[in-house]
C-alpha cells in the first residue's frame, strides 16, 4: 500500500499548482508578484503577510491588494503584479526589509495548499540596474530623434 500512496503523491504533486509571493525590484521600484508556477489553476489564492506592507498612493497609504484580497482563480503559469514603492518607502514601514508570510490555496479537486515563504531584500536594496526599455519607447526616441533631423536639414 505504501508504493501505491507513494505513487498517488508523485502524480499529484505533477499536475497540482504551484504559487508562490516575491518581491521584485524593477529598477527603483518594487512590486509584489504572485506567480502559479505549476501546470494547473490555482483556486482561493489568499496571502498572508508579517508585517503588513502599505502602498502610498496620491499621499494615502492603503493595503497590498494580494495581501488584502483573494484571487479566485490563478491559471497555470501565470503571474500577478502589483507596485508596492520604492525601497524607501518600504523601508519607513518596515526597517529590517524582512517579510515572512503563508501562501494558501486549492487545486480543482479542493485539496488545500499552504507554502510558507520568507522575502528579504537587505542584499537588493543598493543593487545597480539597468532601465529596461519597451519597444514602444525606442521606436518614440527614434521619431523624436527622425523628427529632429529632418528639422535640422530644413533650416
Given amino acids: ?23 521584485v525590484p524593477e529598477g527603483p521600484v518594487i ?4 506567480r502559479n508556477t505549476g501546470v494547473s489553476a490555482a483556486h482561493g489564492v489568499t496571502v498572508s503577510l508579517t508585517p ?3 502602498i502610498n498612493l496620491r499621499g494615502a497609504p492603503q493595503g497590498s491588494s494580494l495581501m488584502t484580497q ?5 491559471p497555470p503559469r ?12 518600504l523601508e519607513a514601514d518596515n ?5 515572512t508570510g503563508e501562501v494558501a490555496y486549492f487545486d480543482s479537486a479542493r485539496r488545500e495548499f499552504r507554502e510558507a515563504f520568507t522575502l528579504d531584500l537587505r542584499s537588493r536594496k543598493n543593487m545597480p540596474y539597468i532601465g529596461r526599455a519597451t519597444i514602444e ?6 521619431n523624436k530623434n527622425i523628427s529632429n533631423f529632418l528639422q535640422s536639414l530644413m533650416k
Fill in 137 to 142: 519607447d525606442e521606436l518614440q526616441k527614434m
Fill in 31 to 34: 512590486e509584489a508578484v504572485l
Fill in 52 to 54: 503588513h506592507v502599505n
Fill in 95 to 99: 526597517a529590517s526589509l524582512r517579510w
Fill in 1 to 23: 500500500y505504501k508504493a501505491v500512496d507513494t505513487m498517488r503523491a508523485q502524480i499529484v504533486a505533477s499536475v497540482r499548482p504551484y504559487v508562490c509571493l516575491d518581491f
Fill in 78 to 89: 501565470k503571474e500577478i503584479r502589483e507596485f508596492l514603492g520604492n525601497f524607501a518607502e
Fill in 70 to 74: 483573494s484571487v479566485s482563480l490563478m
